[in-house]
């Protein structure tokens, strides 16, 4: 018999915050409230998994305002890249990505026709 190693599945903890999460981007009025909430929830996330991760290290997530991606540092990078092995939590970890990503382009997008209103009327 082949030996198989055992492959972890966190879709529960997502759909758990999956509705907060949501609710929390579509409030969010600034792309600065875009990347708190898409922090707040990546960790909150990571705490369900592994509740001894310590709360400084949501310093290690970045998200990149030019490319629009996110990247992990340090010893967050480490614990990500461990826990993801024979896990989703990757593939998790993109979908609330893609999610916090549309919600900062349609934001970005609205403040550019409000500027471009703004100009356009004050001529």
Known sequence: ???TEKVY???KYERELQTDYRRKLSEAKRKSDVRKVFYEFFFKLLVM???DVPNNLQEDI???EKELTYSLTGE???IINELSVNSDLKAIIDRMF???KH???KIAQDEDADYFRLNKSGR
Do not use: C, G, Q, T
Request: no cysteine.
């Open 1 to 3: 018999m082949e030996n």
């Open 9 to 11: 599945s966190y879709v």
């Open 49 to 51: 998994i592994k509740p």
């Open 62 to 64: 970045k998200f990149d």
């Open 76 to 78: 967050l990078e480490r």
């Open 98 to 100: 893609e999610d916090a």
């Open 103 to 105: 919600r900062y382009m």
